[in-house]
């Protein structure tokens, strides 16, 4: 299975937002190695592959007309779920594939524009990022943002590989956070279809309970660059 990525080069950005909701603050400067990201949120045609290969459960939504196109998001994935993927995938391609990290996340989404709200700009786009959306549409309609990766702000929320705390950002350390070490919830990113306002800022934050299979939650991969 060969999984398009994007480098997203090593670095310092700002993560966070001061203008914000409170568990995006402080707004701080954060230094996090290089890697490689997925153009995409993993698609029913890669997930397919792990399902047939492993005889892990489908999603509750995998046989829903909705959701199961091939070039859809995979949804309906549990942070296990996910997490087992990256398990399988690293075997098959000999490479240490993962979730990633919320700062990973954010650098990704900035795209390089460490100011900007949105992976675009500052703007949400028409109607204040209000527009009709029943379902998840096919990955990579958006246009890439400045490391060349799609979606990063809409269509599903994603799966990061750190546990979720409010507070995180008070002692969160300077280089490569990687989340607290234990907690009820997974950190999640991105904006997702189900909601009023569908894009998400790039310093937005969300959450879930990691057995929860939503059909606006999906993910993507990383992989560190040695």
Sequence with gaps: MHIETALVPAGVF???DAAGRSNEQPAHAVYADAFRMGLTPITNASYRGFLEATGHAPS????DGRFNAPDQPAVGVSWSDAAAFCTWLSVLSGSPWRLPSEAEREKAARGGLDSARFPWG???GPDGGRFLQDAPRPVALSAPNGYGLFDMASNVHEWCIDWYDARYYTVSPQANPQGPPAGTRRASRGGAWRHQIKVSRCAARSSLDPSFRYNDYGFR???DVS
Aim: net charge negative; hydrophobic share 55%; charged share 15%.
């Design 122 to 124: 500052d703007d949400a």
């Design 221 to 223: 991969v990383v992989l």
């Design 14 to 16: 700002t993560m966070g």
């Design 60 to 63: 509750p939504f995998w046989s």
